[in-house]
């Protein structure tokens, strides 16, 4: 049988999507789930869970990394890629991604919704320089400013009262009468410390010179509008958006029946009106969108594909080779540090981490402690201490002190450099580095690779993340394996929170900020596909 054949397919990997690899897996069913970003979806930047049974309090993060880690532990695969298309009708299901084609004999859709943008007057125009929609990520940047935040959700009522930590104060905008999310959650917002709520309020319009200096409301009953300018002495604001979602089902239009709003229609099973596709979690229509809802979604989706799928291979006589475990290509989470030694184990050359610990003495001293626990593991990875002028004599930018950069088997400097610890979700990214550095590397469909070597002029890329930032590791990834396939570009991953003269050039107040050639700057997760286009303007 072709080895792209699976039992199931699982098109995303937030919570509903891994409670059905967790119930696949344990079935003794091939799964492979796809997602082109980081596993666990909204839950992943959620900063606190406390209402789920069975768990008094985790972090949104530790908790995706469990249900990924426990997939795994059945034998669920992971694939990082971006699906581009689908072939769902027959009793073979084709999915369409940029790392190829798989085909399977069920799918379970569970692509969940993105944060809705609101289309107000200077949304997009300050989205990174003031206008964010993700307060794990971005909280910090606003330290000691004030803070609204949109929504009269469950989303807003929790980022408020989180933003709180940073802010001097949250005011809540509410565009209704009353909250709309539990009595409990309301009244714990509305007598919260540090937290200002208006209700019947609509946001009209933001605007001010590099950063947010003004926004504009208006009361939806009176008409009257009020205008917030920045306090004296402040520097700027933040508006944080926290509106609903929208379902993840532009590939699905014409194939699949959907609502009027864009969800999935299915029935009590999460049967679609296609046999063999079913749909779970966000992506469909459903009154509660909570974690407990999006699981068991999971699971009930996973227990009829289980069924589906037995009873196709006895009609069709077709045997999938089991696997027991997902394959080596994919060691991309936090808990990449307890397997270091065996994924060191399949490098295919060695690799040099050349490490100029110059600039900022406290900062230097932890990188060199941090890169010296990693090579200990391994004659795989060498380090090497050189002068910022034996860096630059290699091709490296070295504008930015202290550095670690990444050298070839051959000595030769790949485009590939850490400024700060690539701790927290950059540890990720970091190792991604080293293995596509020494091969075997990550698999680039030659789509892919055609639009990275259309990059025909020099370009730097300083990426700005922040090490609390979900969805930085892969643009960072995406950059830095752009720049291994391509010489012309050069990706730095950049701290800012060690580096804040850099934020503070750039104005930067969001993560992911992607800086170009020093002058213009970019927000937000993009595909390889799409950094390569920005990368040629």
């Known amino acids: ?88 009708e027959g009793d073979i299901k084709t999915v369409k991604t940029t790392a190829g084609d798989y085909q399977s004999l069920a799918v379970i859709l569970a692509a969940g919704a993105v944060p809705r943008v609101l289309g107000f007057k200077g949304e997009q125009e300050y989205r990174g320089r003031g206008i964010g929609y993700c307060a794990t ?67 009209k319009e933001v605007g001010g010179g590099d950063v947010l200096k003004y926004a504009i409301f208006e009361n939806n009953r009176t008409g009257e509008r009020t205008r917030y300018d920045v306090p004296k002495g402040d520097v700027s604001f933040g508006v944080f958006v926290f509106a609903g979602y929208v379902p993840q089902t532009q590939l699905f239009k014409g194939i699949l029946n959907l609502d009027d709003y864009g969800y999935v229609i299915t029935d009590e099973d999460m049967r679609t009106n296609i046999e063999g596709v079913y749909a779970a979690g966000d992506i469909r229509p459903k009154k509660l969108r909570q974690l407990v809802t999006a699981v068991a979604d999971g699971a009930i989706a996973a227990t009829e594909a289980e069924r589906y799928i037995n009873e196709k291979k006895e009609q069709l006589g077709i045997v999938v080779e089991q696997e027991e475990k997902a394959d080596d290509g994919e060691f991309l989470d936090d808990e990449i540090k307890e397997q270091l030694s065996s994924i060191f184990e399949v490098f295919q050359n060695k690799v040099t981490i050349a490490a100029v610990l110059e600039g900022d003495a406290e900062l230097s001293d932890e990188m060199k402690g941090f890169l010296q626990s990693v090579t200990a593991l391994t ?21 930015v002190l202290p550095t670690a950069a990444i050298l070839n088997s ?74 291994l396939k391509n010489r012309n570009v050069e990706a730095q991953m950049i701290d800012l929170s060690k580096f804040p003269e850099i934020k503070n050039k750039y104005s930067i107040m969001s993560v992911p900020a992607i800086i170009i050639n020093d002058e213009k700057v970019h927000f937000g997760k993009k595909s390889i596909e799409e950094l390569s286009e920005i990368f040629r303007a």
């Open 379 to 399: 004659d795989k990875v060498e380090l090497k201490v050189m002068s910022a002028a034996e860096l630059k004599a290699l091709g490296a930018s070295v504008d």
């Open 410 to 483: 051959n000595g030769e400097y790949t485009g590939i450099q850490f400024h700060g610890v690539p701790g927290g979700h950059e540890f990720n990214s970091f190792i991604i580095a080293l293995y596509n550095t020494a091969g075997p590397g990550q698999e680039v469909s030659e789509a892919t690779l055609s639009e990275i070597a259309k990059i025909d002029k020099r370009v730097n890329v300083k990426i700005g993340v922040s090490l609390s930032c979900t969805l930085c590791p892969d643009v960072v990834a995406g950059s830095q394996l752009i720049a």
């Open 137 to 203: 990520c971005d909280g910090e940047f606003f330290t000691g400013m004030d803070v609204f935040v949109i929504g009269g959700g469950f989303a807003a009522a929790e980022e408020a009262m989180f933003l709180t930590r940073y802010a001097k104060k949250v005011r809540v905008i509410v565009r209704e009468p009353e909250f709309n999310c539990s009595k409990m959650i309301a009244e714990k917002v509305l007598n919260y410390p540090g937290i200002e709520v208006t209700f019947n309020t609509e946001i």
């Open 1 to 88: 049988m072709n080895s792209n054949l699976y039992d199931l397919i699982i098109i995303g990997s937030g919570s509903a999507g891994m409670t059905a690899g967790i119930y696949a897996g344990r079935s003794r069913l091939k799964t492979l789930v796809i997602d082109k970003e980081r596993a666990g979806g909204q839950i992943s930047i959620t900063n606190e869970v406390a209402n789920y049974p069975g768990i008094l309090n985790i972090s949104g993060p530790e908790l995706s990394d469990n249900m990924k880690k426990q997939a795994q532990s059945f034998g669920a695969k992971f694939l990082d890629a971006e699906v581009t298309g689908v072939e769902l």
